[in-house]
């Protein structure tokens, strides 16, 4: 397993800094779905088609899903995943049931066992400070010049 993540340092843009302060981005490699990790498992010596990895892990998925809606909480070596209610109620709203998206609901995740040990034996290089990405101005209408009030309603 590769241990060596590489990172980017970014200047802190806050308004006043104290000092020089950094934070860090690791370099992204590309972003994976369910078909490239099907792939990087096919190399490995099983007796399965890529057909069915999808299958089993798009079931799987699938499952964990169903189930967190359900209010399970989900913890596998990977993750954990709960779910978690935003918005505010009164005390005459108990014991209601709210329409979907009125209290909208989202999954927390947090890195579970596996995940933790894996990140914990990750050694960081930093490759050098990140250039910024130079922001075009923002176009704006030209303002009229003449003062507003001075045109005479039925024009000059």
Same mark, same amino acid.
């Given at each position: 397993?590769?241990?060596?993540?590489?990172?980017?340092?970014?200047?802190?843009?806050?308004?006043?800094?104290?000092?020089?302060?950094?934070?860090?981005?690791? /370099? !992204? /490699?590309? +972003?994976?779905?369910?078909? $490239?990790?099907?792939?990087?498992?096919? =190399? /490995?010596? #099983?007796? #399965? !088609?890529?057909?069915?990895?999808? %299958?089993?892990?798009?079931? #799987? /998925?699938?499952?964990?899903?169903?189930? @967190?809606?359900?209010?399970?909480?989900?913890?596998?070596?990977?993750?954990?995943?709960?779910?978690?209610? =935003?918005?505010?109620?009164?005390?005459?709203? #108990?014991?209601?049931? %709210?329409?979907?998206?009125?209290?909208?609901? !989202?999954?927390?995740?947090?890195?579970?066992?596996?995940?933790?040990? @894996?990140?914990?034996?990750? !050694?960081?290089?930093?490759?050098?400070?990140?250039?910024?990405?130079? +922001?075009?101005?923002?176009?704006?209408?030209?303002?009229?010049?003449?003062?507003?009030? $001075?045109?005479?309603?039925?024009?000059?």
């Amino acid at each position: 397993m590769k241990t060596i993540l590489r990172a980017y340092a970014y200047r802190n843009a806050l308004k006043k800094p104290v000092g020089p302060f950094y934070y860090l981005r690791a /370099l !992204s /490699l590309g +972003r994976l779905d369910i078909g $490239d990790i099907i792939a990087r498992i096919s =190399r /490995l010596p #099983f007796a #399965f !088609s890529q057909r069915e990895y999808a %299958f089993l892990v798009n079931l #799987f /998925l699938d499952e964990c899903i169903a189930a @967190a809606t359900e209010g399970y909480h989900i913890a596998t070596p990977q993750m954990r995943w709960s779910p978690t209610i =935003r918005g505010t109620i009164v005390p005459s709203d #108990f014991r209601r049931t %709210f329409a979907p998206g009125r209290l909208p609901v !989202s999954f927390r995740l947090t890195p579970g066992p596996a995940a933790r040990k @894996a990140s914990s034996e990750i !050694s960081v290089h930093i490759c050098g400070e990140a250039v910024p990405k130079v +922001r075009a101005p923002k176009v704006r209408a030209p303002k009229d010049s003449a003062p507003k009030g $001075d045109t005479p309603k039925g024009g000059p």
